[in-house]
């Protein structure tokens, strides 16, 4: 089983700045993923060109299921407001997704507790801003494998610091009462010391994800709760690739059968 987490950062290039689906197809390729979590997923942008990324991303894999969960209705650093529900469908939504070779037999959207004050944020094209934390979310499945259920989840936590680990706590409880062994995938916006003391959840591969020009930090993870881990299977490969979109690597770990 290979499983693979991966920011997106909406399909943009860093070397001209715009989105092309055959690059954001070719990149989800090369991963070769049964099960993967995305974030930073546009669906109906007009930056992205109106492109539906989880669905561009499930064809590249072959995959029998895909979800997105939108998170903001209209595009971050610009005008939006927090998703409500699936009336929102026809405007632009932004957020994340989950793509599964296997069937999937539960789906599960948890909203997280969101930072409630501007923090001061980084933007390759406007220099230093104070930002508003957009809502955070998580999506869970519940899959149907050849070695029985597995509970898979993705999401994408704070930038802000304290934020993301009483997020990530939040996360951990809610995918304990969901099947056992469970995996969660995601760009944690933390670096792996800090996310292993908070959840308790083992790291399967550790590798420098960020930024994609020169990594120097880990912040997009594979975790596994340990309680069910032996049913899950050995890493056998921990890998990154170079893809010709986003400023985070993806992270892929390679289980045994």
Same mark, same amino acid.
């Given at each position: ?5 991966f920011?997106?950062?909406?399909g943009r ?5 715009t989105?092309h689906?055959?690059?954001?197809a070719?990149?989800i390729a ?10 930073e ?5 007009p930056?992205s ?6 669905a561009?991303?499930?064809d ?8 997105f969960a939108a ?10 407001q927090?998703?409500r529900?699936?009336?929102d ?10 793509v599964s ?8 959207i948890?909203?997280?507790p ?5 923090s001061p944020?980084?933007d390759?094209d406007n $220099? =230093?801003?104070? *930002?508003k934390d957009?809502p955070?979310?998580l999506?869970?499945a519940v ?5 029985? %259920? &597995?509970?898979v ?5 704070s930038?802000?610091?304290g934020?993301?680990?009483r997020?990530l706590?939040?996360a951990?409880?809610t995918?304990?009462?969901l099947p056992?062994p469970?995996?969660?995938l995601g760009d944690l916006?933390?670096?792996a010391?800090?996310?292993?003391a908070v959840?308790?959840w083992r790291?399967l591969g550790?590798a420098?994800?960020f930024?994609?020009?020169m990594?120097?930090?880990?912040l997009?993870?594979i975790l596994a709760?340990?309680? $069910? =881990?032996d049913r *899950? ?5 921990v890998?990154?690739?170079r893809?010709?979109?986003s400023d985070?690597? %993806? &992270?892929?770990v390679q289980?045994?059968r």
């Amino acid at each position: 089983m290979r499983l693979a987490t991966f920011n997106l950062l909406h399909g943009r290039s860093l070397s001209d700045g715009t989105v092309h689906a055959d690059r954001v197809a070719s990149a989800i390729a090369d991963l070769d993923a049964d099960v993967l979590g995305l974030q930073e997923v546009d669906k109906a942008q007009p930056r992205s060109g109106l492109l539906d990324l989880t669905a561009i991303a499930a064809d590249a894999l072959g995959a029998q299921v895909h979800r997105f969960a939108a998170a903001v209705v209209g595009t971050p650093g610009e005008q939006w407001q927090p998703w409500r529900s699936d009336d929102d469908n026809a405007h632009p939504l932004y957020g994340i997704a989950l793509v599964s070779r296997y069937p999937v037999t539960t789906w599960q959207i948890t909203a997280l507790p969101g930072a409630p004050m501007r923090s001061p944020i980084y933007d390759p094209d406007n $220099g =230093l801003r104070l *930002l508003k934390d957009e809502p955070r979310v998580l999506l869970a499945a519940v899959l149907d494998t050849p070695r029985g %259920p &597995l509970t898979v989840a993705t999401t994408h936590l704070s930038f802000v610091p304290g934020w993301n680990l009483r997020q990530l706590r939040h996360a951990v409880r809610t995918l304990r009462a969901l099947p056992a062994p469970r995996v969660l995938l995601g760009d944690l916006n933390m670096p792996a010391r800090p996310v292993r003391a908070v959840s308790g959840w083992r790291p399967l591969g550790r590798a420098a994800t960020f930024p994609s020009p020169m990594p120097r930090a880990q912040l997009d993870h594979i975790l596994a709760d340990p309680r $069910g =881990l032996d049913r *899950l299977g050995r890493v056998v490969q921990v890998a990154t690739s170079r893809p010709p979109v986003s400023d985070h690597l %993806p &992270l892929v770990v390679q289980l045994d059968r």
